[in-house]
């Protein structure tokens, strides 16, 4: 891990960092901003971390709030959580669930 991604592991709880790997066998980190349930299934808000040590327009940041995504919970064989890529279908069911949640959180 290089040591940008490790400054901005302390700004955050640990606990909230997730590390996919893609089809391709990379490896990415995202931020889980929160969890919440849609028609019986668990979705997270997880926030992309950049952690290219080349960072091509010389910014420090590493962590990109606008770029998020949606994903499936599910607790696997050890009871620990993985996040899957949702069907179409529940995709939008889920930023339906979301968006409401968003609008609640502003009245």
Do not use: C, R, W
Not at 12 to 17: L, S, V
Not at 55 to 80: L, P, R
Not at 93 to 98: C, F, H, I, K, R
């Amino acid at each position: 891990m290089n040591d940008k991604f490790k400054e901005t592991e302390a700004e955050f709880n640990d606990d909230n960092i997730i590390e996919m790997t893609d089809e391709d066998g990379n490896i990415h980190y995202f931020y889980e901003e929160m969890k919440f349930m849609a028609k019986g299934t668990q979705y997270a808000v997880l926030s992309f971390f950049n952690t290219d040590e080349d960072d091509s327009d010389g910014s420090e940041e590493v962590f990109h709030e606008n770029d998020t995504t949606i994903a499936k919970v599910v607790k696997n064989k050890i009871g620990e959580d993985e996040y899957l890529t949702p069907t179409d279908e529940e995709f939008t069911s889920a930023v339906e669930v979301y968006e409401k949640i968003e609008e609640s959180d502003f009245e």
